[in-house]
DNA sequence: GGCCAAAATTAGACTTAGTCCAATATTACG
DNA sequence: CGTAATATTGGACTAAGTCTAATTTTGGCC
């Protein structure tokens, strides 16, 4: 599936959002790249060539894509939010060495024995999370 | 299980740490509790009678509670660590809405499907993290 | 107890991720 | 094309956490 120009558009769009030239831009890092960025990533990935796209406006992007569930956030490195392109249903593995995130489709995983939820809640999602080291430390 | 002076003594010794009088103190308030907290709140409480114990040796007593695996890190929200005082095999509810962490017993739930882990990986913990919130939103 | 080296604590400067704000620029649309 | 709504901006700000060099406490030893 290549990411261009028309199709980021109309991704953006049927998620009901905008489509800036820097909101355009952010989703082709994002999308073309297919990995897990955080934000300062994205913020050097789209202003390598020339700068085009400020601080702010990366992280108002990433917010609204998240609200907007376009992307997804994984939080699992204390110091930084990854955000996600892959909506499917997944997983991750998280090498705590290299900070590498990789995925684990969540069609193959079944969970048992998760007790009830409390009366009123309703689950948001359930995130699996193994974290590897190499072996021998 | 009461939380003396002296059994906290004996547990800070048992995993290789030298009690100190402001060691204790954080390792009181979160055995004491028994709840998931976060380094501030950590240091307000142990702050609260008279100012006994500074920021940085919040931190780093934290760190070296963590590396000597007396205590855990929950990283679910993206803006602070959460410390858990329980190091048995568990896994959380996180309440987006009001920060609330909740323990799940680990002894009932079986996750099968996981992939086999890449070549020279080792397996450093598999956290599920059930992410609730009010229902009708 | 008293002495000293090693270990722990400290205040406060610093770093880094992320937010906020008020001004400017862009866009959508009649 | 004009204008109101929306988006972007630089830069100040906040909050979590780290670092550092100086001071204090501790533990071992006589």
Do not use: W
Not at 40 to 50: E, F, G, T, Y
Not at 73 to 83: A, L, N, Q, R, T
Not at 86 to 110: C, F, K, P, Q
Not at 114 to 124: R, T
């Amino acid at each position: 599936m290549p990411y261009t120009r028309d199709t980021l558009v109309e991704m953006l769009r049927s998620h009901g959002i905008n489509p800036t030239h820097q909101r355009i831009e952010i989703a082709y890092a994002l999308f073309a790249r297919g990995e897990h960025l955080s934000a300062d990533q994205i913020l050097a990935i789209v202003n390598s060539r020339h700068s085009e796209t400020s601080k702010a406006t990366v992280y108002n992007t990433l917010n609204l894509f998240l609200e907007k569930k376009l992307v997804r956030e994984v939080i699992v490195d204390p110091h930084k939010v990854f955000y996600d392109p892959n909506t499917d249903a997944h997983h991750h593995i998280y090498n705590v060495d290299t900070g590498e995130l990789t995925d684990i489709d969540a069609s193959r995983i079944e969970i048992s024995g998760l007790p009830p939820l409390p009366e009123n809640m309703v689950a948001d999602g359930v995130d699996i999370i193994v974290r590897v080291r190499a072996r021998a430390s």
